[in-house]
């Protein structure tokens, strides 16, 4: 999907007024508590102490600095759902991962409560298509490299044959939808793991292998 190139990619010569990660941060912090409808254009400029000129200047107009903000959150830190399943020693605990690190990220002390993919997209009506498209598309990204690693799994005898690759992905994924929806209505965190375990409960394991 192409997506509109930031006026500041454009203007090369024009310094910026502010520290863009920085910005990037407060604006993610906004949309998270928020989501990106009723995170209004007015209160982004107040929360990153800007005039609105700088923020079309820069990311072009809110959508384009929601998107850099998810960006941001996607890849703002060592740990992402890429290396929780790349460093994954089994698919189990990949998917264990991924839950684990739903429902700590979910109940952080010094972020909103949620799941900024999670919330953000239910909060979008039809008229934001294109930021629940682009929403839906990194979580299904997500489920599709943890479909790959359980596939992996079955043809390597990790797995059983009957285990549904597909079925087991997407319940991984839903279960951390719930996990945000459970942790924005103000469940605390040992509830949201606990959460997690059980749901790992209905994960295929070899014979005399023992659930988590």
């Given at each position: 999907?192409?997506?509109?190139?930031?006026?500041?990619?454009?203007?090369?010569?024009?310094?910026?007024?502010?520290?863009?990660?920085?910005?990037?941060?407060?604006?993610?912090?906004?949309?998270?508590?928020?989501g990106y409808e009723a995170t209004?254009?007015?209160?982004?400029?107040?929360?990153?102490?800007?005039?609105?000129?700088?923020?079309?200047?820069?990311?072009?107009?809110?959508?384009?600095?929601?998107?850099?903000?998810?960006?941001?959150?996607?890849?703002?830190?060592?740990?992402?759902?890429?290396?929780?399943?790349?460093?994954?020693?089994?698919?189990?605990?990949?998917?264990?991962?991924?839950?684990?690190?739903?429902?700590?990220?979910?109940?952080?002390?010094?972020?909103?409560?949620?799941?900024?993919?999670?919330?953000?997209?239910?909060?979008c009506s039809d008229a934001a298509?294109?930021?629940?498209?682009?929403?839906?598309?990194?979580?299904?990204?997500?489920?599709?490299?943890?479909?790959?690693?359980?596939?992996?799994?079955?043809?390597?005898?990790?797995?059983?044959?009957?285990?549904?690759?597909?079925a087991l992905a997407g319940h991984?994924?839903?279960?951390?939808?719930?996990?945000?929806?459970?942790?924005?209505?103000?469940?605390?965190?040992?509830?949201?793991?606990?959460?997690?375990?059980?749901?790992?409960?209905?994960?295929?394991?070899?014979?005399?292998?023992?659930?988590?």
């Amino acid at each position: 999907m192409k997506t509109k190139e930031p006026a500041a990619h454009r203007r090369k010569g024009r310094p910026l007024s502010f520290d863009r990660d920085v910005a990037l941060n407060q604006a993610m912090l906004l949309f998270w508590q928020h989501g990106y409808e009723a995170t209004s254009l007015n209160d982004l400029t107040t929360a990153l102490g800007v005039t609105p000129s700088s923020i079309y200047t820069v990311f072009g107009d809110k959508k384009g600095l929601f998107l850099a903000a998810v960006g941001h959150y996607v890849s703002g830190g060592p740990v992402t759902s890429q290396t929780i399943i790349d460093g994954a020693a089994s698919a189990r605990d990949a998917a264990w991962g991924l839950l684990q690190a739903a429902a700590i990220g979910s109940s952080g002390a010094d972020t909103p409560a949620g799941c900024l993919l999670a919330s953000s997209a239910i909060s979008c009506s039809d008229a934001a298509s294109e930021v629940k498209e682009t929403l839906a598309g990194l979580r299904r990204g997500i489920e599709a490299m943890l479909e790959q690693r359980i596939a992996q799994a079955i043809a390597s005898g990790e797995l059983p044959t009957s285990a549904d690759a597909d079925a087991l992905a997407g319940h991984v994924m839903a279960v951390i939808q719930g996990i945000s929806t459970l942790a924005r209505d103000g469940a605390p965190r040992e509830k949201l793991l606990r959460v997690a375990t059980t749901a790992m409960q209905a994960w295929p394991a070899r014979a005399g292998a023992e659930a988590r």
